[in-house]
């Protein structure tokens, strides 16, 4: 499997400014030096709760927020060493699935006008191309030729997040990220969306990196998961290894804090104290040691560094150093 | 729920959806149509209200004295100057068989003054002058005709020059933000609060009055209020999912903000477009009536309104602008009342 994008310790910091001369005070560490990759043709789900800093982490990887450290290389070649046109052709193979399938459409655009944008805007797919490309998409989609001539308004919030699919698909992209793509939606219309998405990804060869923070979601979708909490990865292993063995204490809670479908099976819930820490200050050493439940001595010290723990399972927790002798 | 049918009147797009509102708004459609009516017919004022004929026959030759400027000599006359067609001596010019002058239904222009005036002006209506002359011996009527024509067409430019200006103005502050916008914000706060008035009659002191001087005044203070507005859309619109969306698809900002903020950001601007635009026209006619408007003999309804205070007794003149003003202002505002109820987001 080839790596398709990779980011090597992407750095989001938000200046904070304050008073009249705009002198800045501090900085929100957003996505504070974080490591990932995207193999060609896999799902890669980031979980985390909200303010952990993944969807400011998709949006570096879109170019949309700025980076202010790290690299990010798509098919080996730096983002920040392109050119301008160089990017632009890059953003047509980096395609994004919006949360709200309401704000994410111009309410004056048709639903054809809508998908065509981008292809005016990469000049491809023109004259009599363009309407069998629209009706290919909306087909591709599950909708009608015939509705491309409604406006978004019309259409159902899972019609609605059909046609920002289908918009982001306008291009052939090879990377799909799915920001929140289905934690809008009804529970029933979700489980529609991500079979599409599915579908999508074998018949286009997509790789997808999907953003969410409902757990059921990226169990369904996703090959292999990143657990982020206040800006840092802390787990990341591949689907089955995390769901059956979670190591991090952070990600047992979150695991343990999923809904089951079955009501009769004991839940053995592990509760957090406490509030999540604020990006603007976080604890030093490990992040998560003001609410952990195993803490220990190290903890507030040392950032605890990734420890290898299997194939592809990797976790930054002093329970698996090599010193506490695991 | 998914492939449900939607139903027909959400089918039909927006702005014919507004456009049918518009027309069930039965005082504001027929107000536009009026206006719309009565500006077309002022715009050919030269054809109602001249003191030109539009066809004039001599010698078995025919001359289009609207057209063309004919010199006195060329109908037997003595000078080479223009000739006046309402001067009696024409009327013995034109002597031979077949000779006819065919004049509008109005015989003056703006600026003719009825030298056949017995009496002091301001002469009250006669047969002559349906609606009487001014001090100085002009057709009312004439001049109330192309006052209109002149208000609406400044009203039209400025309100045009305004809305443009404050739409770039908003739509940059509100689009870009940060500095940007607290520079300018601040500016308007300080260029807003400079005294208007004081500065025009500064400005028509210095220079010579003249329209495009007025216009230009007018609109370095005209497009402020709207700005605000725009400016408040864009800033709403620009963080908006589609926006992102048009983003990340590598669409530039300068069509970002054309095909995706501007749109939604039209509301304000047609709004108020006919409320701008009474006023746009008041102030004309205001700085008139003051005297620090257009230069003598342009025709224009404050300065005929002046003359209406300054003869009191002379009621043809202080009754016909004040209709002809109010008239105005009304149909203006019964269209952007309707307007206004067609954008209203809490009226279905």
Known sequence: ?326 | MEGAEPTTPMGVPLYRRRWRRFYQHRRGYYSLILFTFLFTLSLFAECISNDKPFLLRHDGKYYFPILFSYPETDFGGDFATEADYLDPYMHELLDSPGDFMLFPPNRYSYDTINMGIEGPVPAPPSGANFLGTDDRGRDVLARLIYGFRLSVLFGLSLTFIGTTVGIIAGAIQGYVGGRTDLFAQRFIEIWSSMPELYLLIIFSSIFSPSLLLLLILLSLFSWMGLSDYVRAEFFKGRNLEYVTAARALGVNNLTIMRRHLLPNAMTPVITFLPFRMSAAILALTSLDFLGLGVPPSTPSLGELLAQGKANIDAWWLSLSSFVVLVGMLILLIFIGEALRDVFDPRRK
């Open chain 1, 1 to 326: 499997m080839s790596t398709l994008l990779q980011a090597e310790n992407l750095e989001v910091h938000f200046p904070i400014k304050k008073g009249v001369f705009s002198r800045t005070v501090g900085y929100v560490y957003a996505v504070d030096g974080v490591d990932f990759h995207l193999n060609k043709g896999e799902t890669l789900g980031i979980v985390g709760e909200s303010g952990c800093g993944k969807t400011t982490a998709g949006m570096a990887v879109m170019g949309l927020t700025p980076a202010t450290g790290g690299r990010i290389m798509f098919a080996d070649r730096d983002l920040a060493a392109m050119r301008r046109y160089e990017l632009k052709k890059l953003r047509s193979s980096m395609q994004l699935i919006f949360q709200d399938p309401y704000s994410s459409l111009n309410p004056r655009m048709t639903v054809n006008q809508i998908i065509a944008d981008p292809m005016d805007v990469h000049g491809v797919y023109l004259g009599r191309e363009r309407k069998d490309r629209l009706a290919f998409l909306l087909e591709t989609v599950g909708l009608t030729p015939e509705q491309g001539r409604r406006y978004p308004h019309e259409f159902s919030g899972g019609q609605r997040q059909r046609i920002g699919i289908a918009r982001a698909l306008a291009l052939d992209p090879s990377i799909i990220i799915g920001d929140e793509p289905v934690s809008a939606l009804d529970v029933s219309i979700q489980a529609q969306i991500i079979n599409l998405l599915l579908r999508l990804k074998r018949e286009f060869d997509l790789s997808l990196m999907v953003i969410s923070h409902d757990l059921a979601v990226v169990e369904y979708l996703c090959d292999r998961i990143i657990v982020m909490y206040v800006g840092k990865i802390i787990e990341e292993a591949k689907y089955a290894d995390l769901y059956k063995t979670p190591l991090h204490p952070y990600t047992q809670a979150l695991l343990s804090a999923a809904p089951v479908s079955d009501p009769l099976r004991e839940k053995n819930r592990i509760l957090l104290h406490g509030d999540v820490p604020s990006p603007i200050n976080p604890p030093t050493g490990c992040r998560f040691h003001t609410r952990c439940p195993k803490r220990m001595d190290i903890c507030d010290k040392v950032e605890p560094e990734f420890t290898e723990m299997g194939e592809g399972h990797r976790v930054a927790c002093h329970l698996y150093t090599a010193e506490s002798g695991v």
